[in-house]
C-alpha cells in the first residue's frame, strides 16, 4: 500500500556522512548525561513502599495524587489496580522513616479526604529486590540485542547485523540519555517501552535491508550508493503510514493517559522518531562502509541456469 510514489531517488547517502556525525554527537552526550547525571530509578529499582488502598466509590486518581504531594512526595505513581476502586501507590523510601511509618502518614492524608478509604496491603520492595530487577532488565536488553544480531546474519549478511544492532543500540542510548538529562523516571513500563523500540527500530531496518535485496537483484548497473538511495525512497510511503498511525496512538497516550503511562508514552515517543532516522541514516550508512556488495545476498550459480537467458535475475538465488 502507498499513499505516493516517489519517482526521482532522494540522495540519503550523500549526506549520510555529516548526519551520522551528529549522530555521533548525539550518542556521546547521552553516555555522558548517563555517566554523569545518572537515571531517575523508580520504586521497583531503588526500593521503597508499596501499597494498596480501596475506595467505596471510583477512586478520584488527581486527588489522591494531590494528597500525596503535599506529603512531600514528588512524582509518586498512582494508578488503579485491579478495579477503578483500588489504587496502587509507589512511595520512595525516605531517611529516617521506616516503611510502617511511611503508610500510616499516607493513610491518615488519604482518611481525611475521605474517611472511607482502606488500606488493602503494605509492603516494603528492599533494595535487593531493586538489585534483581536491574540485573534481570539488563538480562533482557542483552538477549534480545543478540536475538536480534543472529536473526539478521541468517536472514542477510554480518554487516548488516552489525549495521543494524549499531544503531538500535544508538536509539536505546539516546532514550536513556533524555531520561538522564531531565532527570524522568526511570521504571519497569519505560524499560518495557526502550525494548518495544528494540523490535520497531529492527522492523524498520529488516524492511529497508529487504528493500536493498531486491533492488541489488533488479539494477544490475547500479553503484551500492545508487541501491541504497532507491531502497530508501521506495519504502518513504510505507514509513509514513506505519510510524505515523504508531506515533498517533503513542501521542494519544502521551497527551491523555494521564501520569501512569506519561514516561512510557515519552519514551515510544523518543524511539520511534530516532528509529526512523537511525533506520535510514545510521544502519543503512554503515553497511554502506562496511562495504555491502550484490555478492553478500546474491549467490549466481556456476550451472548455466535453466531459465530465460534474458532473464537478469536468471541464475540468481537468495
Do not use: C
Not at 472511607?116 to 539488563?138: D, I, K
Not at 523516571?185 to 523490535?199: I, N, P, T
Amino acid at each position: 500500500m502507498e499513499l505516493f510514489r516517489i519517482r526521482k531517488d532522494i540522495p540519503f547517502m550523500r549526506h549520510a556522512l555529516v548526519l551520522n556525525a551528529i549522530s555521533a554527537i548525539t550518542f556521546v552526550l547521552a553516555v555522558f548525561f548517563l555517566v554523569a547525571r545518572g537515571l531517575n530509578l523508580s520504586v521497583e529499582f531503588t526500593g521503597g513502599t508499596v501499597m494498596e488502598v480501596a475506595y467505596q466509590q471510583p477512586a478520584d486518581l488527581e486527588s489522591v495524587r494531590s494528597v500525596i504531594e503535599g506529603l512531600g512526595y514528588a512524582e509518586v505513581p498512582v494508578q488503579n489496580f485491579g478495579t477503578s476502586q483500588d489504587v496502587l501507590l509507589r512511595l520512595p523510601a525516605r531517611e529516617g522513616l521506616s516503611s510502617g511509618q511511611q503508610s500510616e502518614a499516607v493513610m491518615a492524608a488519604l482518611k481525611a479526604q475521605d474517611p472511607a478509604v482502606q488500606l488493602r496491603r503494605t509492603e516494603f520492595v528492599g533494595p535487593q529486590v531493586g538489585q534483581e530487577l536491574v540485573e534481570h532488565g539488563l538480562m533482557a536488553l542483552g538477549l534480545v540485542i543478540v536475538g536480534i544480531m543472529i536473526y539478521l546474519a541468517v536472514r542477510f549478511e554480518w554487516k548488516y547485523a552489525v549495521s543494524a544492532i549499531i544503531a538500535n543500540l544508538h536509539d536505546v542510548v539516546i532514550i536513556l540519555g533524555f531520561f538522564a538529562f531531565f532527570q524522568w523516571e526511570f521504571s519497569l513500563a519505560v524499560l518495557a517501552a526502550v525494548l518495544a523500540v528494540l523490535g520497531y527500530s529492527v522492523n524498520e531496518s529488516v524492511v529497508i535491508f529487504d528493500r536493498i535485496r531486491e533492488t541489488f537483484r533488479r539494477q544490475r548497473k547500479m553503484s551500492t550508493v545508487q541501491i541504497i538511495d532507491r531502497a530508501i525512497t521506495s519504502t518513504i510511503s510505507r514509513t509514513i503510514i506505519t510510524h505515523g498511525s504508531t506515533q498517533i496512538m503513542v501521542l494519544s497516550m502521551l497527551l491523555f493517559g494521564g501520569p501512569t503511562l506519561h514516561y512510557f508514552a515519552m519514551a515510544l515517543t523518543i524511539g520511534i522518531l530516532f528509529g526512523i532516522y537511525s533506520s535510514v541514516f545510521v544502519a543503512a550508512a554503515i553497511a554502506m562502509w562496511l562495504g555491502i556488495k550484490r555478492e553478500d545476498l546474491i549467490k549466481t550459480s556456476s550451472k548455466p541456469a535453466s531459465g530465460d537467458p534474458d532473464d537478469p535475475n536468471s541464475g540468481a538465488v537468495v
